[in-house]
């Protein structure tokens, strides 16, 4: 049996943003792939998107818990604006944010790792 101190012992185990940055895209491309906006289609989109990324986080048998959100907005010229802030242990925890684009609508996805103690 692992123990923490064994999870935290090496970089094996930190949060690594580029990796996350990667699982989002594949995800994102996977739900919504050469799709054109849809409104009736965004709602399964969104789940979709949180629920592969999670799974997928999960897969790598790391010890966080993790928070993902998920926008999808059609490009119609108008702004959109996003921030996060999040009050944690900076040596373990990490965050992520992808912003994924085709010709007709923007996604942004976000992921929290909070490391398990």
């Not at 895209?25 to 979709?48: F, M, P, R």
Request: with cysteine; net charge negative.
């Amino acid at each position: 049996m692992t123990t923490m101190e064994e999870y935290h012992s090496g970089s094996e185990s930190s949060f690594h943003s580029e990796e996350a940055d990667n699982i989002v895209k594949e995800c994102i491309e996977g739900v919504v792939g050469n799709d054109d906006y849809s409104q009736s289609l965004v709602n399964k989109w969104t789940a979709g998107i949180v629920e592969r990324c999670l799974t997928q986080l999960v897969k790598q048998g790391k010890p966080y818990k993790y928070i993902v959100t998920c926008a999808v907005m059609q490009k119609t010229g108008a702004g959109l604006h996003t921030a996060n802030s999040c009050y944690w242990d900076t040596t373990m925890d990490g965050s992520s944010t992808v912003r994924w684009e085709n010709r007709t609508m923007y996604c942004v996805v976000s992921v929290f790792a909070v490391a398990i103690a």
